[in-house]
């Protein structure tokens, strides 16, 4: 029996055009009243999610920062940070190789160097945006996550994700269209989903989870059911349990009403 369903957001709840799935809010309420729980999983920080808890009323634990973060409302009840022994060394490997970052602490958000990806971001932040100083300590920070955005750099990323894999207790992987992140290596959507499951009392074999990007897959292979997107990569198709229609023809909640009918009557 399913009891929990974890979304992931951009190319799954959203459209292209970052709209919200039209449907999906019904059918949340609608299994709410059943007794089926819901939240999001994303790679967004919690500024830029801050619409969608307050759009769908959010009462369970939500993921942010790839699950680095776990906040319920606004309310940080979990932070897996990269270690202070690596992320001084990934955030210079990225510098020195000329990528444009955002390095996400406790304290601010630093940044080197700009791009359209950042640009249309700027807006959401509440926390302080600084320029990265690659002579400065950033130890004891607790950075949750670097974005990397390697537009027009993408032939590096290969050589830069072998050296920070490298790193002590380090991940790096593809987000979106040459958009990278680093994060702790057990700062995943898969462990992530398996600590507010903890949370809440739910076995994660009664978690259904979306999403479409192989950051997605540590979530759809843990979870009971694991659902792909059709406009997905072909890894996290060929893996699932289950494709739902693509994310511009409100795929989610499409899913839901079919596997869902028989209580939803």
Request: aromatic share 8%; charged share 30%; hydrophobic share 40%.
């Amino acid at each position: 029996m399913i009891r929990l369903i974890a979304c992931d957001l951009d190319g799954t709840v959203f459209d292209d055009e970052k709209n919200i799935d039209s449907g999906l809010k019904e059918v949340v309420d609608r299994l709410k009243e059943k007794g089926i729980r819901f939240t999001v999983v994303s790679g967004r920080n919690h500024d830029l999610l801050k619409h969608v808890v307050d759009y769908f009323d959010l009462d369970t634990p939500y993921m942010t920062n790839n699950g680095a973060n776990i906040y319920l409302k606004d309310e940080c009840v979990l932070s897996d940070t990269i270690s202070d022994e690596a992320i001084n060394k990934a955030a210079k490997i990225l510098h020195d190789n000329d990528v444009v970052f955002r390095m996400y602490s406790e304290d601010g958000i630093y940044q080197y160097g700009d791009s359209d990806f950042f640009k249309v971001r700027i807006k959401t932040l509440s926390k302080p945006l600084t320029d990265y100083d690659p002579k400065a300590d950033y130890r004891g920070k607790n950075a949750v996550k670097i974005t990397a955005d390697f537009i027009d750099r993408e032939d590096k990323a290969e050589d830069i994700a072998r050296a920070i894999k490298q790193l002590p207790g380090t991940d790096f992987f593809k987000v979106e269209d040459h958009v990278y992140c680093v994060n702790s290596a057990t700062a995943n959507k898969g462990e992530a989903l398996q600590r507010v499951c903890d949370l809440i009392g739910v076995d994660i074999k009664e978690a259904m989870a979306f999403g479409d990007s192989e950051n997605d897959l540590p979530m759809l292979q843990r979870a009971g059911v694991g659902v792909a997107m059709a406009n997905g990569e072909e890894i996290v198709k060929a893996k699932a349990d289950y494709i739902a229609i693509d994310n511009n023809h409100n795929g989610v909640s499409v899913f839901l009403k079919d596997y869902f009918k028989d209580i939803l009557l």
